[in-house]
């Protein structure tokens, strides 16, 4: 697609409850990142898949979260007995391998959760 | 520590300033630096990439990095109403696996 796609743009849920997101990157981007921006606050890295290569999840904040690309296309973040704390916008990103010192990244519009 | 400290602000310059941005960071493995401009409600937008030292001019914005010190900075000339955002200062290490990002700088252009 022209750009970074993701939806839902908006989620409310009920705590305990689990939720997915999608993240359609870029045609061709063979990076994809997942951030979230609390209220106020900077952009905290989640996870980082590149290609074919066992993604980074060094960012993740606890076993509750997981995400998966297939096909190296499409992600999908899925956060199991949602909790407040994880009340948040969620932010797909997307880059083109060695493009990342001319464009950085691409980041989609956001899924902002609420947990009620 | 934080990897990457911003000023939260708000930075108030009257239109047609100069607005300089700061930006240091923690790690001196960090390659390459970013400003991301990032509207209210709406996803950080790319304005400008840095990694050698020195000045790059882009219109009226100049982004600063000094690797030395650890800080890079942006300055904004003849600054606009539609300036008014939050600035996003990011860095990334060598092997380019994430940038790691400030909380930002508030930065109301007055008319």
């Known amino acids: 697609g022209a750009g970074v796609s993701q939806s839902p743009s908006n989620k409310v849920t009920e705590k305990g409850k689990d939720v997915e997101l999608r993240c359609d990157p870029i045609s061709g981007h063979t990076a994809l990142y997942w951030y979230r921006q609390s209220l106020g606050q900077g952009l905290e890295f989640l996870i980082y898949f590149q290609g074919n290569s066992a993604p980074d999840k060094s960012g993740l904040p606890s076993d509750r979260f997981s995400a998966e690309r297939t096909g190296g296309s499409v992600s999908t973040l899925t956060i199991q007995r949602t909790q407040q704390e994880d009340s948040a916008v969620y932010l797909c990103a997307s880059s083109l391998a060695g493009s990342w010192l001319d464009y950085g990244y691409t980041f989609g519009s956001g899924t902002r959760l609420t947990v009620v | 520590q934080k990897e990457v400290e911003q000023n939260s602000g708000p930075l108030s310059v009257p239109e047609g300033a100069i607005a300089s941005l700061n930006c240091t960071y923690s790690?001196?493995?960090?390659?390459?630096f970013f400003w991301y401009r990032q509207y209210s409600g709406k996803s950080p937008e790319l304005i400008m990439s840095i990694y050698s030292n020195g000045d790059k001019e882009d219109g009226r914005f100049t982004a600063q990095l000094n690797k030395a010190s650890q800080y890079v900075s942006l300055l904004i000339r003849d600054s606009q109403p539609s300036d008014s955002a939050t600035y996003l200062c990011a860095v990334t290490p060598y092997n380019f696996n994430k940038f790691y990002f400030g909380s930002g700088t508030k930065l109301n252009v007055k008319p």
């Open positions: 790690d001196r493995v960090s390659q390459s």
